[in-house]
């Protein structure tokens, strides 16, 4: 009786994933993002309203860029235009002083010597 439901259980799974498999390739996966609900591309936004003359004048284009800058201090907490914040490297210099490191680390976590045979 056991194989017998190990096959049923093998079927349904079986067509499960196909009727999983056959509602993405028609869902809004398979479909995409409506026209009219894109995001306008910057890159062909920019060369249009040039040409239909209605492109922002430098002194717009400044004042917008701060406006932004603004924005994402205020959203972030930091300047946009600042260099990341690089964490500091690792552990540098010789191997020796790594591993007198990593022994102090082990002795103050543990109250034993690393280099000595546990008891």
Do not use: C
């Not at 049923?8 to 009727?19: Q, V």
């Not at 210099?93 to 680390?105: D, F, H, I, K, V």
Request: glycine share 6%; no cysteine; proline share 12%.
């Amino acid at each position: 009786m056991a194989p017998r439901v190990t096959s049923i259980i093998s079927s349904m799974r079986t067509i499960a994933l196909t009727g999983f498999a056959a509602l993405a390739a028609t869902g809004a996966v398979a479909q995409g993002t409506p026209r009219d609900e894109r995001e306008p591309n910057p890159a062909v936004v920019r060369p249009a309203e040039r040409a239909a003359g209605d492109a922002p004048s430098a002194s717009q284009q400044r004042q917008e860029q701060q406006t932004t800058d603004q924005l994402y201090r205020e959203l972030a907490g930091q300047n946009p235009n600042a260099a990341p914040n690089v964490p500091p490297a690792g552990p540098t210099g010789n191997p020796a002083q790594n591993t007198q490191e990593t022994e102090r680390l082990y002795r103050e976590l543990t109250g034993q010597n690393p280099t000595t045979t546990p008891r």
